[in-house]
């Protein structure tokens, strides 16, 4: 089975920030990776999907990079709707989601 | 626009099946270019992949669920159903349907969600 992992668990930060989040693979995973943003109470909304690409309809400041085993989510200039956790989630083989990072207001 | 809402009890008693199902509207369930998921999340915990059902109702389950979990689809109602068996107070979260797009797979949809919780 590969196993996903996030770091870091939680960050702080404020609006304007730039923040970058790291999702790592226990195995080479090619570009299958996805990004998903939750909100308390809310379903996770689709980011990022094959590593790199902008969901329709999400805000350019998001932007995703990397493949085989080491990948990021980075979001250019916080705003105060990007507070929520993000989980990334390998399909590479079978389906497996990252214990999430919880970016919160400093 | 794309819906999909799921429906079922909220309650179950544990050893007993969980049943839920999704109704999908906007948009046909049998279209070959998607697939429909289940994913659960316990409270305060991350998200859990269940199983993946294929136009060709050919299933995909999480290795760790896969003895208790079935998945099926019905067509005539634009709907599909995720069955849990033997459930335990670990079963306790909120469960979602979703659809996802071949390529990489990602779920581009989901429904609201419902809380599920096993208790006697």
């Known amino acids: 089975d590969i196993q996903m992992t996030q770091s870091p668990s939680s960050l702080s930060a404020s609006v304007g920030d730039r923040v970058t989040l790291t999702c790592r693979a226990s195995q080479s995973i090619s570009s299958y990776l996805n990004w998903y943003q939750q909100k308390p109470g809310k379903a996770p909304k689709l980011l990022i999907f094959?590593?790199?690409d902008l969901y329709s309809g999400v805000p350019s400041r998001f932007s995703g990079s990397g493949s085989g085993t080491d990948f990021t989510l980075t979001i250019s200039s916080l705003q105060p709707e990007d507070f929520a956790t993000y989980y990334c989630q390998q399909t590479y083989s079978s389906n497996t989601f990252g214990p999430g990072t919880k970016v919160d207001i400093k | 626009h794309l819906q999909l809402l799921e429906s079922g009890s909220g309650l179950v008693k544990p050893s007993q099946t969980l049943s839920l199902t999704c109704t999908v509207s906007g948009g046909s369930i049998s279209s070959g270019d998607y697939f429909w998921t289940w994913i659960r999340q316990p409270p305060g915990k991350g998200l859990e992949w269940i199983g993946n059902?294929?136009?060709?109702?050919?299933?995909d389950y999480n290795p760790s669920l896969q003895s208790r979990v079935t998945i099926s689809v019905d067509s005539s109602k634009n709907q599909f159903s995720l069955q849990l068996t033997s459930v335990t107070a670990a079963d306790t979260a909120v469960y979602y349907c979703?659809?996802?797009?071949?390529?990489?797979?990602?779920?581009?949809?989901w429904g609201q969600g419902t809380l599920v919780t096993v208790s006697s």
């Open positions: 059902i294929f136009h060709s109702e050919s299933t």
């Open positions: 094959g590593a790199s």
């Open positions: 979703g659809r996802g797009s071949s390529g990489y797979n990602s779920l581009d949809y």
